[in-house]
């Protein structure tokens, strides 16, 4: 068997929304020559933010460069932007990866670790300003590139962003017969994916139920945004 | 810690295309006072059509009632239509169930075992036509709904299918706030999200490259059509 042509990493840490990952890792993993790799610290089982556990394939350890690094998001990345393993692993690998991109709040984790410092990113809407703390130009976009950097909106942007990514490294073709295969020609039921768009009420609602945590996760990216500055 | 008010159970089958139980688990799990229950015949990791390994949470034997069964698709859906354990599982479970349902090519199990004579009924662009041999009325359509049986259409049609169950099980507005969590206003980078839509080319090299795999499922659809003339 030959050696894959193009070797894509993404971090699978605990408490990950798990579509950040499952999304763009579909979409991924259609690309012909492609290796996916699952990264964490260990090998043990990883649990989502709900439950469900996902197998990592590879330590930070034993990898030692990508074509692709790609965080996502989700709860566990307050906890991500402080970790020194992740932040540490990220900056090591970023010099080696043609594209160095997120998912969601993923974009924050790679903000924390210095890698969006002058870059145009996105992220989920509910944080998306935190970005401007960490040295980023925040993008309300779906899929935002500056450079080598390619950033995704929140959650399902990652399968718009991993398209977009499949098209830089593999052709515009390509893409298109995974969007095919995987009959993504999506109808939503409402008209209430992004605060632009949904009823009023409903983002009223869905900010207060979230209110709480986006504020601790402003906590963490304040003291990043420190760390930053004295280093 | 009181008792969810809605169960509803997935079948992790090795093989399958991950992103049809991964897209509806994370709408699914964000709805209030739910349990997601991933069932298999045992507690082992399950791998992934592309490799991507995920934990069933519960087996067959241990799962007594749901609100709701659902079952993806995906390659190992072809072992699935001929494997008794499943088929008796789902012929147990579906009449404890709110709704029966599916992604994908998971239509196709349902229909062998016997679920789906005499219901409208989505499946996979590619292979919907095999819905009519086992009985079901074939709709080209994302999501169909025909009385409790609720079918999606391929891999990324199972989030416009979750969010359907969603508002059928919790109402429009639980939807509509999963919804924008998810950032679901989605921006496809293509129009190639089906065979209608894409450019015609890409439909030639993408169906090409699937005849043999849609043909052996074919062989086994027309054995399950016949074990089921038989029943």
């Known amino acids: 068997m030959s050696a894959p042509n193009t070797r894509i990493g993404l971090v699978?840490?605990?408490?990950l929304t798990q579509l950040?990952?499952?999304?763009?890792?579909?979409?991924?993993?259609?690309?012909?020559?492609?290796?996916i790799v699952l990264l964490w610290k260990t090998l043990e089982p990883v649990p989502s933010?709900?439950?469900m556990c996902i197998l990592p394939t590879c330590t930070f350890e034993d990898c030692e460069s990508l074509d692709v690094i790609c965080v996502p998001g989700g709860p566990g990345q307050v906890?991500?932007?402080?970790?020194?393993?992740?932040?540490?692993?990220?900056?090591?690998?970023a010099p080696t990866c043609k594209f160095v991109t997120s998912v969601c709040t993923g974009s924050l984790v790679l903000g924390a670790a210095g890698l969006l410092s002058g870059y145009r990113a996105t992220s989920h809407w509910s944080s998306i300003d935190q970005l401007s703390l960490l040295g980023a130009e925040p993008v309300?976009?779906?899929v935002v590139r500056d450079r080598n950097r390619i950033t995704g909106a929140g959650v399902t942007s990652g399968i718009d962003f991993a398209l977009t990514v499949?098209?830089?490294l593999a052709g515009a073709d390509v893409s298109q017969e995974i969007q095919l295969q995987m009959e993504y020609d999506p109808e939503p039921?409402?008209?209430?994916?992004?605060?632009?768009?949904?009823?009023?009420?409903?983002?009223?609602?869905?900010?207060?139920?979230?209110?709480s945590f986006i504020a601790r996760r402003r906590e963490v990216t304040e003291r990043a945004a420190k760390r930053l500055a004295n280093m």
């Open 12 to 15: 699978l840490f605990p408490r």
């Open 20 to 35: 950040d990952l499952t999304g763009p890792v579909e979409v991924f993993g259609r690309m012909p020559e492609v290796e």
């Open 49 to 51: 933010d709900r439950g």
């Open 79 to 93: 906890q991500l932007m402080e970790d020194e393993d992740t932040l540490h692993f990220l900056r090591r690998i």
């Open 140 to 142: 309300s976009e779906r």
């Open 166 to 168: 499949v098209a830089e």
């Open 189 to 211: 039921p409402y008209q209430a994916g992004s605060p632009r768009s949904a009823p009023p009420a409903i983002v009223t609602s869905t900010r207060e139920k979230l209110a």
